[in-house]
DNA sequence: TGAATATATGAACAACTGTTCATATATTAA
DNA sequence: TTAATATATGAACAGTTGTTCATATATTCA
């Protein structure tokens, strides 16, 4: 560490980097908020926040191929963003939980809110 | 659109449709959160949750050039995510408002979660 | 069984990202 | 002014990502 800026006190920074999560859970929140970054897969999840569907629903609600949604699906089910079922010939996809569905609103919230003046 | 799988219902998918956010938002979104998907981008933001700090703080903590640092705060800046005051020969930044907390707290919540058992 | 439908996966390539290095600009203090 | 400190920016390169194409697997129904 190199002590240059006269506002830095080392001892105090020391302290505030206690409080940063641990580098794996950081490395996850980068996974998932790398998920989150596709339009794609943001689509898929306002449509799947809306209803449970199966792939040949997305893809007719998509305007991408079956592999690229399947694509999709898998890396948001790798990182438990969506949750699947099997329904016969049918594979289901729904939102995992509330902390997904609260993570698209905060930030459509944000989003909007920055366009509305 | 073509109209293949049993379960597809065209006039329900169109409906959805039109209840999934306009592209200009989703786009934004995306944004957002290919800006939260970088390991020194959220260190910066759980770094600045716990107090507003100059440049040169972030340089004292986090383990990169001073150049890599400007240029991530310059990507959060620019999707309003921290901002910015001047004060003095320092720059401070510090997070910009409840919705990026929410945000990172809600992904740290979702990570962890899934690790516990 | 075999044919049809539904979904998953691997390869490959263009496009994009994060970092560092080098340098520019801004502010303060001398 | 000039020197020193603080911050920003552009270029460039290695690494990563999303899509499509081609193909494989799984399930149902005849």
Redesign the interface.
């Known amino acids: 560490?190199?002590?240059?800026?006269e506002?830095?006190n080392?001892g105090q920074?020391g302290g505030?980097?206690k409080?940063?999560?641990e580098?794996e859970?950081?490395?996850?929140?980068?996974?998932?908020?790398?998920a989150?970054?596709?339009?794609t897969r943001?689509?898929i999840l306002?449509?799947l926040r809306?209803?449970e569907m199966?792939v040949?629903?997305l893809?007719?609600?998509l305007d991408v191929t079956q592999s690229a949604i399947s694509h999709s699906l898998r890396t948001l089910r790798q990182l438990?963003l969506v949750r699947v079922r099997r329904e016969g010939k049918?594979t289901i996809y729904y939102i995992a939980?509330a902390?997904?569905r609260?993570?698209?609103e905060?930030?459509?919230?944000?989003?909007?809110?920055?366009?509305e003046h």
């Open positions: 560490m190199k002590e240059k800026c506002r830095v080392a920074i505030m980097l409080k940063v999560p580098t859970s950081i490395t996850r929140m980068a996974a998932v908020f790398q989150l970054q596709s339009d943001l689509k306002f449509l809306q209803k199966c040949c629903e893809e007719q609600a438990d049918f939980d902390h997904v609260m993570l698209i905060m930030c459509l919230e944000h989003v909007e809110e920055k366009h």
